[in-house]
């Protein structure tokens, strides 16, 4: 399986065959990212904000997707979304192997979430805080959660996010297990071993 991170929270999954979009920022959404022009055969948002439903970024391929993918209600904000509303968690399984992109979680995940979220092999977090969890809140939900490989996403770093996000160094300060790769993609395989794995925006 390949994850193919595209800037902010925008990831391509490409497994068995098909590939799915996460998170589509619009054209001038997200400072410092290029605009999105992708393919794929399925594309799912965690909300509709334009820096995460940007589904017009995303030609579909017209022939569906198998894949399943899991679909946990939760909120953007720490007040049950009366800040900035609802968010989407989803799981996609395929390979064998499970990814949750958890979009713009902005509180604790729940007891039955975390139960669902359990041991994936990879997790996609925000980690920026403001509109999201911050680098300390994401540690604890890694800790609750066990995933294999973390993937850092919403946050600042040289010209790229918003000026009120923090930064990757503040999230990264915080992990042992960093591992950082020259390009976007990540091989993940059953023997991908737990790592902090920081992918390159390459706009």
Known sequence: MKLIWH???????EAEGYTVVFDPYADGAVPGCAPL???ADAV???????DHGARQCVTLSGRGCPLPVEA??????????????????HILS??????????????????????ALAGVDALLIPVGGHFTIDA????????????????????????????????????TA???????YDGNTLELTPDTPRQTAVLTYEG
């Not at 946990?72 to 609802?86: E, P, Q, Y």
């Not at 915080?174 to 950082?180: G, Y």
Request: charged share 20%; with cysteine.
């Open 7 to 13: 800037g902010h929270s925008c990831f391509a999954l």
């Open 37 to 39: 022009r992708l393919t």
């Open 94 to 115: 395929a390979e064998g192997m499970r990814v949750a992109h958890m979009g713009d979680i902005g509180h604790m995940p729940g007891k039955q979430a975390l139960q």
């Open 72 to 89: 946990i209600a939760c909120f953007h904000d720490n007040m049950h979304g009366a800040l900035r509303g609802k968010n989407t968690i």
């Open 174 to 180: 915080l992990r042992t297990d960093l591992r950082r």
């Open 136 to 171: 300390a809140t994401a540690v604890q939900v890694i800790d609750a959660i066990g995933p294999r490989v973390v993937v850092p996403m919403h946050y600042r770093l040289g010209g790229m996010g918003y000026d009120v996000i923090g930064t990757l160094d503040q999230f």
């Open 44 to 50: 799912y948002c965690s909300h509709e904000h334009g």
